[in-house]
């Protein structure tokens, strides 16, 4: 899930970024608004578009670390990563909801503010919307068919105001704005959803001037808003006439002379783009259902898939590391596979099909049973914790294979190798019907009296 967030944030990046630099200047307002409105939507679906071709131009194989295993010489073992990690999602999950529920309280007090407005003042039916006239104030704002007005509007400018937020009201600009109200409700720690509605929200201003200026000189109109100064309402999903912090881009873009209709082929850098983040996704894995989470920068990963297990790494005891490492192709020489692009995962004896948690915890139990865990004392090391890391492959027909390790004695890196080849047979491992072959890496902390 943290994966496929982090894509979802990354795109949307890349969206904002060809729309500030390539869009926002332009006066294709109707066009910049459904970009505005889609990319986002897009963001949140691209994660889960596979393209086979892509996935075989570059292709990955993964060496998965399994949660960390620690030996006592009394064979106690202190919690795993694996369990710990449980309690993590927990502790995630409960600020995620505490933050979705602060919003939709923030939300439905705001909303309340706006349904009190109409209750409590006078309210004039037009034809096509709904006057509120506001006493003593000189706010001037939207909501759907709603235009808020104050009374204390010079009403020589009521006129000009009122086909402002007219436009508001007819295209329908409140829907973006709850639109986005409600991706922050959902996503409140993303900011590019904010970044998206305060483009979104100019970009409406953008639109409403452009048909209301039509009424009056640009000259005039704009004379106006310098000349006043309103009362703005705290609500980021109502168009507001006057806010002074988009007031000088407004004036800008009234100023701008029209687009010249060759600039539109600047839409087709989304091509390339759209490109490269379905290349990304199509060799990217986002298995939800695997318990392990990529928590290394794609730098890092790079080197250590080349180091492999001759590298010693830095695990901590009650933290899973899991580290995805990119090679050459989803099938390596030997016919092996990457355990997070492969549909069906090896099975431990006992577990459900596939079932990666299963059988990450079996090894665990596994190890812990057979292992001498004595023999570090009795051969003199130091006290203080030991590292050992262990590599080995269930092959086609669910045998352990090629088992290797890393240790600080050869004896006990023989004792890792003969616990290790005492594994059951496994259900084997199957990629589009095919079995293959499929790499694992444990790492084992010693703790030496």
Known sequence: MINYILQVILFQVLFLTVYDFFLSKETFFTKNRWYLISTPMLSFI???????TFQKAVSQEFIIYLPEIVLSPEKVIEKTAMYQSINEVNYVNLIFWTGV????????????KIINLIRTYEVVKKEF????LLPKQTKAFSFFNFIFLGKEIPVSQQKQIIAHEFVHSKQK??????FFEFLKIVMWFNPMIYFYQKRITLLHEYISDEVAAKSASKEMYINNLLSNFFQVENIAFVNQFYKKTLLKKRIIMMKKTQSKKMNQLKYLVLIPVLASMLFYTSCTSTDKKSEIALLKNENEALKDSL????RELKITSGLTKYLSKKISSPKSSDGSISFMEIDKAPTFLG??????????KEVQ??????????????????????????????????NIVDVTARAPHPDIKE??????????????????????????SLPVTLLVE
């Not at 691209?46 to 086979?52: S, V």
């Not at 180091?307 to 001759?310: D, G, L, P, R, V």
């Not at 577990?351 to 990450?360: H, P």
């Not at 496994?426 to 990629?431: A, I, R, V």
């Open 173 to 178: 600009h409140s829907l973006d704005l709850l």
């Open 365 to 398: 139990k596994h190890f812990t049973r057979n292992f001498k865990s004595d023999l570090p004392n009795q051969l003199g090391l130091e006290a203080g914790k030991k590292r050992v890391f262990i590599g080995f492959k269930i092959d086609k027909e669910g």
């Open 46 to 52: 691209l994660p889960f578009i596979k393209i086979p």
């Open 351 to 360: 577990c459900e099909s596939g079932d990666k948690a299963c059988f990450s």
């Open 129 to 132: 919307y709904t006057l509120v």
């Open 101 to 112: 529920g602060l919003f939709s309280i923030l939300f439905c007090l705001k909303l309340f």
């Open 415 to 440: 004792e890792v190798i003969r616990v290790m080849n005492t594994l059951p047979k496994m259900g084997p491992g199957e990629h589009h019907g095919e079995k293959l072959i499929v790499k694992y």
């Open 307 to 310: 180091n492999a297990i001759k």
